[in-house]
């Protein structure tokens, strides 16, 4: 039996966590997971546990300004919360909006991604070209899309007065019925690439026997689609909806940019209203019990969607 070189009993005993390789730390050449898993964890408990539970504690104190300093209240801050009229109209704008434009960033995104399937000239450049959107803070898209539809000056307004969409005496973000909708079409100019660059990875994915069997059998472009496509992409779009749907009730940037929740409170939805009460009526406590809620309205949503599409992690 041949017997192991010296280097081989370094390499195998480094392997094993016995011996340390020269000019590097023991636990840099141990496998054992706990030095890799400490700095993670230490992350999560600065940045997500103790922020977590330092909210919760929040919520049942409330900042004085003339004593400045936060008092306990008790479950004041939740109570007012139930009977705050502002509040569940915000949880109806989040809802609305929510589903609005997922739906429709869904439908897009699957039209332009089965028109974007293909390896003619010129198609991966508008591939590539979707991503552009992506990389612009959405700050700065709230801002282009209120000058777009400024009353006075926005292409956008010029546009839909033109065909006669909109009469001149209703500006878009100033007209209740219309300031949603408008600030819906800057996150759906932004974010339906998103959709569609994940619909298009999920079809290169999709084997092609399916697709030939029912060609063979004579089925249209409309049953093919219906009975192959969508049924092999489910898993592929269950991930896009719970990523984008995550990020759609949480939406802040538009409506702060757009519209600040105005006109009066059409545009309000949970996160700015809890922006608003920490930040501008400095009211911390109510401000926590928002977010927390809105949190919870999170989790309970996402998880009811994995459970119900079988979302497998």
Do not use: C
Not at 136 to 164: H, K, N, S
Not at 170 to 181: M, R
Not at 183 to 189: E, K
Not at 263 to 272: A, D, E, I, Q, R
């Amino acid at each position: 039996m041949r017997q192991s070189t010296p280097m081989e009993l370094r390499m195998g005993a480094a392997r094993e966590g016995r011996l340390s390789l020269p000019g590097l730390p023991r636990m840099l050449t141990s496998e054992h997971p706990l030095p890799w898993l400490l700095p993670l964890t230490a992350m999560l408990l600065v940045f997500t546990v103790y922020p977590l539970i330092y909210n919760i504690w929040l919520s049942f104190h409330e900042y004085v300004p003339f004593k400045r300093a936060l008092v306990p209240v008790g479950t004041d801050n939740w109570a007012r919360l139930l009977a705050d009229e502002r509040f569940w109209g915000a949880m109806g704008t989040t809802f609305l909006y929510f589903f609005v434009v997922l739906g429709i960033e869904l439908v897009l995104g699957i039209a332009l991604a089965m028109l974007l399937d293909s390896d003619a000239p010129g198609y991966g450049l508008l591939r590539s070209l979707l991503t552009l959107t992506l990389v612009i803070p959405p700050a700065i898209t709230g801002m282009m899309f209120l000058l777009m539809e400024d009353a006075q000056f926005g292409v956008l307004t010029w546009a839909l007065q033109g065909i006669g969409l909109l009469s001149p005496d209703t500006p878009i973000l100033a007209t209740p019925s219309t300031a949603l909708a408008g600030v819906m079409l800057a996150d759906i100019w932004q974010w339906t690439p998103f959709m569609v660059l994940i619909v298009l990875a999920g079809l290169r994915s999709l084997p092609p026997e399916p697709y030939e069997a029912a060609m063979l059998d004579g089925a249209g472009p409309w049953m093919i689609f219906r009975k192959i496509t969508l049924p092999l992409l489910s898993k592929v779009l269950a991930v896009a909806i719970l990523i984008r749907g995550i990020d759609l009730f949480r939406v802040f940037d538009y409506m702060f940019v757009m519209t600040s929740g105005g006109p009066g409170t059409s545009t309000y939805t949970l996160s700015l209203y809890a922006w608003q009460q920490t930040f501008s009526f400095i009211q911390w406590g109510y401000g926590a019990t928002l977010s927390l809620v809105t949190l919870a309205l999170i989790l309970i949503l996402a998880n009811l969607f994995i459970w119900i599409s079988k979302v497998r992690w």
